[in-house]
Every structure is written in C-alpha cells, then in structure tokens.
C-alpha cells in the first residue's frame, strides 16, 4: 500500500527556515514524479513545486521561485522541500503526492508550518 | 498564469444530483481533475483525466469537460458526500499546477 509521510513542520519565525521530509513507501519511489502542495488555515490548495523521477526536471510556483528547493533522495525513498526566507504567508499545511500524468495521487496526511513572530 | 474558477458553495438534498463546475479559458483543451476533501483530512483524487474514476470511487461520481467549463456530477447525494471539491489542471505554458478555489458541497 501506498504510503506517504510528510514531517519537520513547525513553528519558525519570519526569515527562517525550515526543512521538510516525505517519506515514501509501498511502491517504487525513483519511477515517480513529486509535488508538494501547501494549505493555508481555512483556504484552498496551492500547488508549490513538482520534481522529476531523477530529479532532472523541477518547477516552482511563482510564490515561492527562489525561496525554497525541493529535491529527492532516491536510494532513501525521500522527498525534501527546503523553505528559506519564510514569510506569515506561507503558513500552511504542507502535503507531498505523487504527480501521475498531470494530477496528484495519493497525497500525505500533512505537516503545518506556522511562520510566526 | 492560468485561473480556474469554482462556486464557493453548493447545496443539495440526499438522493440528488450535486453539480460542481469549474472555470477555465478553453478548459476544454486541458485535462481536468479532481478532489475530495474532509474537515481534517488530506484531498483525495475522485476524477481524473476529466472524466475516469481512481479504483474505490463510486461510479457516482462522474466528471466532463468542455469549452470553458469542466463538471463534476454527483449522483444520488449522501450525506458523507459533504466535503470541498477541487478542481485541478496543468498549466504547461507555465509548467505549474493550478488548483480551484474550491466548492464546498453541503448536504441538507
């Protein structure tokens, strides 16, 4: 079955950073593409960064280009998105999933991230 | 960047048809997608590819797509139906996804 694990949320102060962990089970993790997605308290979702089985390919929401990275580690079965220069907007709920062909399945139950003074 | 737009909120009786649509500039030429979400819990995929249903989703749900505006149809309503609703597309100008801004689906 299936298994993603998302963990390293927390609370950081603004201009901080912060490192996020998905750890992946239950099928072959360097055969598939990645995303993160994030969620505000109360708000709808918001794709963040899309990374390639290899790690070749990688793309970034505008709101986010240049402030976070996301990789994988493959013989760990991981996905990471590093969040520097954080901001209160990225509050969120922080959520990996697979990317299928162009939609994302299954998700993670989560990690909040509270930016926070 | 690509917009998708969805109604805030739809309500329906059990045993109706609830009809969700999502907004988009030539929608149709895109596939479509999308997501169920539960107070608490994380979105889970009910269409994709505009109109195919994962394993485990009822044939209730059902999707289409065209021109400018994508459909999700539930039929026969029940009340653990209620959630949010996202749509979802690709936006291969940008490379970026692109999400709805979500329907929240009220059962009466």
Redesign the interface.
């Known amino acids: 079955q299936v298994q993603l694990v998302e963990s390293g949320g927390g609370l950081v102060k603004p201009g901080g950073s912060l490192r996020l962990s998905c750890a992946a089970s239950g099928f072959t993790f360097s055969d598939y593409y990645m995303?993160w997605?994030r969620q505000a308290p109360g708000k709808?979702?918001?794709?963040v960064s899309?990374i390639s089985s290899s790690g070749s390919t990688i793309?970034y929401?505008?709101s986010v280009k240049g402030r976070f990275t996301i990789s994988r580690d493959n013989a760990k079965n991981s996905l990471y998105l590093q969040m520097n220069s954080l901001r209160a907007e990225d509050t969120a709920v922080y959520?990996c999933a697979n990317y299928?062909?162009?939609?994302?399945?299954?998700?993670?139950?989560?990690t909040l991230v509270t930016v926070s003074s | 960047s690509y917009v998708l737009t969805q109604p805030p909120s739809v309500s329906v009786a059990p045993g109706q048809t609830a009809r969700i649509t999502c907004g988009g500039n030539n929608i149709g030429s895109k596939s479509v997608h999308w997501y169920q979400q539960k107070p608490g819990q994380a979105p889970v995929l009910v269409v994709y590819d505009d109109s195919d249903r994962p394993s485990g989703i009822p044939e209730r749900f059902s999707g289409s797509n065209s021109g400018n505006t994508a459909t999700l149809t539930i039929s026969r309503v029940e009340a653990g139906d209620e959630a949010d609703y996202y749509c979802q597309v690709w936006d291969s100008s940008s490379d970026q996804g692109v999400f709805g801004g979500g329907t929240k689906l009220t059962v009466l």
């Open positions: 995303s997605i709808g979702l918001e794709w899309y793309y929401a505008d959520y299928g062909r162009t939609w994302f399945d299954p998700w993670g139950q989560g």
